[in-house]
């Protein structure tokens, strides 16, 4: 058995070297399982990583070799649909630029409170729009219904959910005053909320992502955010992570980042490793894997 203790990531070429050999991975999101990787190792019977999003796995490839594929659903709603509105609020009421001024002296220097002093946007009463109206989604419509909102949600196969209503993606993205994205990354969803779909959005509207940063057009959304064609982003997640210091988004005060933190509790990732580990388990054990996403490999 070869275990990765740190510091820091497994380069992509140590992984190549520490799997020579081994039937099993127990993977992280950081981890790239890609095609050249899985050819190489024709022993490998499978994959369980430490995370419910798989994008970071060819799975296609996986499978035709019949690998099997395990990840951590479930255990991580809660936690992150807390994250999204812990964005959410964030951004509308600018709390990391208050912050900032805070902790600056500006508050001290400028003795500023004034009527408009640091405005925001009311969350209580404001229309959520919803893409991805999955188990973190709906955790999300469940804290929105909360602040009274009134929640709208797209999926891609509709979902009736009591208490939201389901729309068109462009109908949502055009009435919602926030929009948390929910969704999992994908060769369908992957830059879903492009130039176009951004330019739907209210001026005065709010994005929020925790999902996967490849699902929306970074550069699109800097210049959205930079030019007052939208108010606000809360940013957990991104095309390339970590993300580059000198990134667009970063440089703009209407933008609250996060490193990839959602499901960032120590009893869910507590959670999260006992189900990677009972995945890796059972498969070793010959057994099905509670918790696969290509259970297509197994002979019916
Ligand atoms: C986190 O992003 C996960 O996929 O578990
Ligand atoms: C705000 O702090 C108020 O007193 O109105």
Excluded at 125 to 136: F, K, M, P, Q, R
Excluded at 186 to 214: C, Q
Excluded at 246 to 261: E, G, Q, R, W, Y
Excluded at 262 to 276: F, L, N, P, V, Y
């Amino acid at each position: 058995m070869n275990i990765w203790m740190g510091p820091g990531l497994l380069p992509a070429a140590g992984l190549h070297d520490e799997l020579a050999g081994c039937e099993g991975l127990l993977c992280l999101l950081t981890d790239r399982i890609d095609a050249s990787l899985i050819e190489a190792n024709p022993q490998l019977r499978f994959i369980a990583s430490m995370s419910v999003g798989v994008d970071h796995i060819d799975v296609k490839a996986a499978t035709a070799r019949g690998i099997v594929v395990g990840n951590t659903p479930g255990v991580l709603v809660e936690t992150t649909a807390d994250a999204s509105f812990a964005l959410l609020l964030a951004a509308a009421r600018r709390l990391v630029e208050a912050d900032r001024f805070v902790r600056g002296g500006h508050w001290r220097v400028e003795n500023a409170w004034s009527p408009e002093f640091f405005t925001g946007k009311d969350v209580a009463g404001a229309t959520l729009g919803i893409v991805g109206l999955g188990e973190v989604g709906q955790a999300v419509a469940r804290r929105a219904a909360g602040f009274g909102m009134k929640v709208l949600a797209w999926n891609r196969t509709p979902r009736n959910v009591p208490g939201v209503e389901a729309v068109e993606l462009d109908e949502l993205l055009a009435a919602s005053d926030f929009v948390s994205i929910n969704l999992a990354l994908g060769e369908e969803t992957r830059n879903l909320i492009d130039e176009r779909r951004l330019a739907l959005m209210k001026r005065d509207a709010v994005l929020v992502n925790t999902s996967r940063g490849g699902i929306v057009d970074e550069q699109a959304l800097a210049d959205a955010l930079s030019h007052d064609r939208l108010a606000a982003a809360g940013l957990d997640v991104f095309e390339r992570e970590p993300v580059p210091e000198d990134h667009p988004l970063l440089s703009l005060p209407n933008v609250v980042a996060t490193p990839h933190i959602g499901s960032a509790t120590e009893a869910t990732r507590i959670k999260m490793a006992d189900m990677a580990a009972l995945n890796m388990l059972e498969a070793l054990r010959g057994e099905p894997m509670p918790h696969c996403v290509n259970p297509e490999v197994y002979p019916s």
